[in-house]
């Protein structure tokens, strides 16, 4: 019996090797992507890159015809922007809560892997103004509009309201454009903060009329390994009604969705959304959808409809008979986070009404996916085709200088980009717009 | 059979040490199982998780009564070790892999981690303990044979 047992660790292991088909990844992207089988490992895959930073040179790559340049630098862990109409950026400084605790040994491993490839500098939480006062593109005057804030993430203002998603409630300011401090904050509503909080992001947007908000609050686990008591009202998109702060649960079954923008002249939601780990380099692809009112996206019982997740007990097959499908792949474990459509302004005709999308990049695969602002062409307000890589040159030689993490067109049509481990605001212009040409570039 | 060398070479006060640390890997690999099947008949993450917590004690503290016991083994002079010594080596030896990899197999998240692959290493690992505890007093038997005046 001992020598069976011998045996039986000896197949165990032969299985845990024998895994990797190339998989194509040119399939792995848009509407229709094949799904690989999924793997269960003894040693799930990862990749991590160590973390450099930038040099006061260095800046990300853009595609010809472009130019970056840092609006700014030194920041304490810039995640999230908001271009205001007279030029300043709002900048959302913020680190997880940190209030996750270790339940299995394996939670102390994951966030010791996790932490490492996070910027050194503590994170700010608070929000920043930036202004450039001379017009150069750099921005020469910094205040601290709203500080100690709990984990935000989430920014959006609607007139002279200004509100911004900590990772337990949204908060509401007095403000007006122009302004550099705010007025009183009042909690508008709760979101789903700890205990645990997982993925603690909480992205806002209001809709085109303003009367309301949309709400990403992510899962609390990967799937529901810390029991589904821990996931009420979460992985999931809530409305919010500014006027009284009352919510219900717009869509569910989004395991981490972020990014929430409205397409440009529509009332149609989109969110980029975070899938599961740990089963297979290849899967499952993170994605860019539409959301639909009362919509199920499958999390935790499937994924890209009715892909079943073994893991998850109890099943629920009704849910996952009328999970829906998402529109577009971006690619696995790209950690979409940001994304913002262009609808006008300095970028050239093709890349109108696109999306471009911030990838943090991965973890959970032993080659690195993401890490750059991908763009996603469109036709007919719906996704199609290729993501083309747009900003990269964040990871080079296997070393992280930064990561992307939001997206936000300016109203001069630039597009700013939120860059967390780098502590960096990056702007990018189209050459033809005749745009300063700041001294930082080379 | 009169095994004059073959005595426990880690004591205190007398008492071998492999003997008091050996309760815990047994303990906990015994009430990883049980909460296996807790956890298969209803699961609640909890049982998983106290799995998985009993399977790293059991591990680590069979790899510290193993450690003990190789000491007695092989601190003995070598024609002095009774063949059932090498036979309780080799069954602790396949308890401690046994329970790595079922460590690993426990990580999985969910369902995953414990029905199927799981459940099955737990049990395996509690016969290859029983086995190994009996080849265990069996030799506690020789020791005190030598002890007997």
Redesign the interface.
């Known amino acids: 019996?001992?020598r069976a047992?011998?045996a039986?660790?000896a197949s165990?292991l032969a299985l845990a090797a024998c895994s990797h088909p190339q998989f194509p990844a040119a399939e792995q992207y848009g509407a229709n992507p094949r799904l690989p089988q999924p793997q269960?490992?003894?040693?799930p895959p990862m990749g991590l890159p160590k973390v450099v930073g930038w040099g006061a040179d260095q800046t990300p790559k853009v595609p010809a015809g472009f130019t970056i340049e840092a609006v700014a630098r030194n920041l304490h862990g810039p995640r999230n922007i908001l271009p205001l109409a007279n030029g300043d950026i709002l900048v959302v400084e913020s680190g997880g809560p940190g209030v996750e605790p270790v339940?299995?040994?394996?939670d102390i491993v994951f966030q010791w892997t996790i932490g490492r490839v996070h910027g050194k500098t503590k994170p700010g939480n608070r929000v920043l103004l930036l202004r450039d006062t001379d017009g150069d593109g750099v921005a020469d005057a910094q205040s601290v509009l709203i500080p100690k804030l709990k984990s935000p993430f989430g920014i959006e203002l609607i007139g002279n309201q200004l509100y911004v998603a900590a990772t337990d409630a949204i908060w509401r300011y007095p403000f007006t454009v122009g302004a550099t401090s705010v007025g009183p904050g009042t909690i508008l509503t709760a979101l789903p903060g700890g205990p645990i909080d997982h993925h603690w992001t909480k992205d806002i947007v209001a809709s085109p009329d303003g009367t309301k908000l949309y709400a990403g609050v992510g899962s609390n686990?990967?799937?529901?390994?810390?029991?589904f008591e821990a996931e009420h009202g979460r992985a999931a998109i809530w409305e919010v009604r500014t006027d009284d702060g009352a919510k219900r649960l717009y869509a569910t079954g989004l395991r981490n969705p972020n990014g929430l923008s409205f397409y440009p002249g529509s009332n149609t939601l989109f969110t980029v959304v975070n899938e599961r780990d740990?089963l297979g380099n290849n899967l499952v692809p993170d994605y860019l959808t539409s959301v639909r009112d009362g919509g199920f996206y499958g999390w935790p019982y499937s994924y890209y409809g009715g892909h079943v997740?073994?893991?998850?007990?109890?099943h629920d097959p009704k849910l996952v008979a009328r999970a829906i499908s998402p529109d577009y792949a971006l690619g696995p474990h790209v950690a979409a986070l940001g994304l913002a459509f262009a609808s006008g302004g300095q970028f050239p005709a093709r890349y109108r009404g696109g999306a471009f999308v911030a990838e943090h990049g991965s973890w959970d695969r032993t080659v690195l996916n993401g890490y750059q602002v991908a763009f996603v062409p469109f036709a007919n307000g719906k996704p199609t085709g290729k993501p083309e890589p747009f900003v990269t040159g964040f990871v080079a030689d296997g070393k992280a200088r930064g990561r992307p993490v939001s997206v936000a067109f300016a109203p001069d049509g630039s597009l700013l980009i939120a860059d967390d481990t780098g502590d960096a605001v990056w702007r990018v212009r189209a050459a033809s717009s005749g745009a300063p040409q700041p001294a930082t570039v080379r | 059979m009169p095994n004059p060398g073959f005595r426990p070479r880690a004591s205190l006060f007398g008492s071998p040490i492999h003997a008091m640390l050996v309760h815990f890997p047994i303990a906990c690999f015994v009430g990883a199982l049980f909460s296996d099947l807790a956890y298969v008949s209803a699961?609640?993450?909890?049982w998983?998780?106290f799995s998985?917590?009993l399977l790293?004690f059991g591990e680590l503290s069979g790899v510290i009564a193993a450690l003990f016991g190789a000491i007695d083994l092989f601190g003995s002079p070598r024609g002095s070790r009774p063949g059932i010594a090498y036979l309780h080596f080799?069954?602790a030896a396949?308890v401690l892999?046994?329970g790595l990899?079922n460590?690993?197999?426990h990580?999985?998240?969910?369902?995953?981690?414990v029905?199927g692959?799981g459940l099955?290493?737990s049990v395996?690992t509690v016969?290859?303990l029983l086995?190994t505890g009996l080849l265990g007093h069996r030799l506690a038997f020789v020791h005190q044979e030598r002890a007997r005046p």
């Open positions: 019996m001992i047992s011998f039986l660790a165990a269960l490992y003894l040693f339940l299995r040994p394996k686990s990967n799937i529901v390994e810390n029991g740990e997740d073994a893991r998850v007990r109890p | 699961p609640h993450p909890q998983a998780n998985e917590w790293a080799l069954g396949t892999v046994l990899f460590n690993l197999v990580a999985r998240d969910g369902w995953s981690g029905a692959t099955l290493l395996l016969l290859a086995v």
